[in-house]
Every structure is written in structure tokens, then in C-alpha cells.
């Protein structure tokens, strides 16, 4: 059984920076990729970027990509979110999810994640 446990949302100011992290326990994380993802009100949840622990991999939404960085601690068994030039539609509950990944495969798709963090919210106002 994985445990994730997202920390660092807030409230900041649009163009501010926020970093996001995930604690693993679990697994080992040689095996896995972490996955960011967020639902805003009103709307789906989707997918932000994810990173695989064994090859450093990783992928991003284009609604993201340039402004957020996703990374690994593996001293720290963290992936932290580094998001940068935030924008009111970046507002959104934000979760960590794993999954299982024996090679290059990074999933992009929340139904492939079955492990998931309890979310915490990040409030950007314009």
C-alpha cells in the first residue's frame, strides 16, 4: 500500500511562487512515477506533469509547461512541485498520485494512478 501526503498549498498572488511537496511511503520508488494533478470547482480533474524515480523522465501539461518543474528528493522519499508565475487558473485542489512503472511509461491519464494523496488546495487571486 502507497501513502502519499501532499503539503504546501496556500493562498498567493498572481505571478507569486508556491512549491507543492509529496511524501512516499510505501513502495519502492525505484518502481514508480509520481503524478501531479489538480481539479479546480466546477470542472474535471487533470492531469499537470509527472516524473519517473528510476530515470528522471518526466512530462508536463502544456497549460504548465515553462512554469512549473516537478523533482525528486530520494533522501527525502519527496517529489516536489515547483510552481512558478502562477495564474488565477492555476487555482485548484492539487493531489499526488503513483503508479507502478516498470519502464519509460509515464501516465498522463488519472485512472492510471491508483494510489492518491488526501490533495491540498492552492488559491491564486488575480
Known amino acids: 500500500q502507497v501513502q502519499l501526503v501532499e503539503s504546501g498549498g496556500g493562498l498567493v498572488q498572481a505571478g507569486d511562487s508556491l512549491s507543492l511537496s509529496c511524501t512516499a511511503s510505501?513502495?519502492?520508488?525505484?518502481?514508480?512515477?509520481t503524478g501531479w494533478f489538480r481539479q479546480a470547482p466546477g470542472k474535471e480533474r487533470e492531469f499537470v506533469c509527472a516524473?519517473?524515480?528510476?530515470?528522471?523522465?518526466?512530462t508536463y501539461a502544456d497549460s504548465v509547461k515553462g512554469r512549473f518543474t516537478i523533482s525528486t528528493d530520494n533522501a527525502k522519499n519527496t517529489v516536489y512541485l515547483q510552481m512558478n508565475s502562477l495564474k488565477s487558473e492555476d487555482t485548484a485542489v492539487y493531489y499526488c498520485?503513483?503508479?507502478?512503472?516498470?519502464?519509460?511509461?509515464?501516465?498522463?491519464?488519472?485512472?492510471?494512478?491508483?494510489?492518491w494523496g488526501q490533495g491540498t488546495q492552492v488559491t491564486v487571486s488575480s
Open positions: 516524473i519517473s524515480w528510476s530515470t528522471l523522465m518526466t
Open positions: 510505501g513502495h519502492t520508488f525505484s518502481t514508480y512515477v
Open positions: 498520485a503513483a503508479h507502478y512503472s516498470a519502464g519509460y511509461y509515464l501516465g498522463t491519464k488519472d485512472y492510471e494512478y491508483p494510489d
